[in-house]
């Protein structure tokens, strides 16, 4: 291996993962946000991995084309005959991917997308799982908003991810899905650490309660009446107040975990 090659950063894989509707998106845009504030010159990459979207709303980023198209695209050149060569093809999708990556000045964004119909997205996703591979290579930083459930875990699409995160509420439901996850996670996710983050808590006092087996809670984050109403009006990430409970959460959680070295 080469100087150049051994010297180089390797990039940090952060995942989020856990039950619908318990503050993935919301904590991942957190994350985005405060990374590149205490980083200014990384470079960042936000990838929505939940066809059902959000992310970009959260970052207030609009979509341009995502990897559902790019995917539909290369099948087509394929079958045209017009890559024909793999390596041509190989060098057109990362081409392709970085064109359509949304660029703004604190991060990049990709979107997997929501394949057209009904039916499996397998596809996409197998492409997804090489693409996190591909783009890890040339940023610092790769935050994915994960899909709910345990199915990207279970089809390894998160199998590169260094850091994952746990996100559930309360709820013996959202505490059990973070269990199976973890479970999952700790035979096909290659992770160096993983915690979890305990969201929109109400009643601080039933934290103690609270137990994900062989599972560091790294985060509680308190019902958070700012991010909730920002929300409603469809204002981003950005225009939250540092004050806030999810910022504040947020950014402890990534001290816990050594993604930041200090408040
Ligand atoms: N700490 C919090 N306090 C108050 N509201 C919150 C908090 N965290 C998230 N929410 C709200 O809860 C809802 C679900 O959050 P979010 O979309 O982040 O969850 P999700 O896990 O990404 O959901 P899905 O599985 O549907 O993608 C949103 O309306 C969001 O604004
Ligand atoms: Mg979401």
Redesign the pocket.
């Known amino acids: 291996m080469c100087d150049i090659e051994k010297n180089k950063k390797e990039a940090k894989i952060i995942a989020l993962a ?1 039950k ?8 991942c845009s957190a994350f985005v946000r405060i990374i590149s504030e205490k980083y200014p010159d990384a470079r960042i990459l936000a990838i929505d991995a ?1 066809p ?1 979207v ?1 992310l970009s709303t959260a970052l207030g980023v609009e979509v341009k084309e995502t990897l559902d198209d790019i995917r539909r695209e290369i099948i087509e050149l394929a079958a045209s005959g017009a890559g024909s060569d793999a390596v041509e093809l190989l060098g057109e999708v990362r081409y392709r991917i970085f064109d359509a990556l949304t660029e703004t000045d604190k991060f990049a964004f990709l979107a997997i997308g929501r394949p057209e119909g009904a039916g499996c997205y397998c596809a996409v996703n197998e492409y997804l799982k090489e693409v996190i591979d591909m783009v890890s290579r040339d940023f610092d930083y790769v935050i994915i ?1 994960g899909e ?1 459930g345990i199915e990207q875990i279970n089809r390894r699409v998160m199998e590169k991810v260094t850091h994952l995160f746990l ?1 559930t509420d309360a709820s013996k439901k959202g505490t059990k899905v973070a269990e199976s996850i973890r479970q999952v996670a700790d035979e096909l996710v290659m992770y160096e650490k993983c915690g979890a983050i305990i ?2 808590v109400e009643d601080m006092s039933v934290i103690p309660f609270i137990n994900i087996p062989d599972t560091d809670i790294i985060g509680v ?5 700012a ?2 109403k920002n ?1 409603i009006m469809g204002k981003n990430i950005f225009e939250l107040p540092k004050e806030a ?2 910022y504040v959460g947020a950014k402890k959680a990534l001290v816990r975990i050594n993604i930041l070295e200090s408040i």
């Open positions: 856990g619908g509707g318990v503050g993935k998106t919301t904590i939940d059902a959000g908003d709910a996100v969201n929109r984050i308190e019902s958070d009446t991010h909730a929300d409970p999810v």
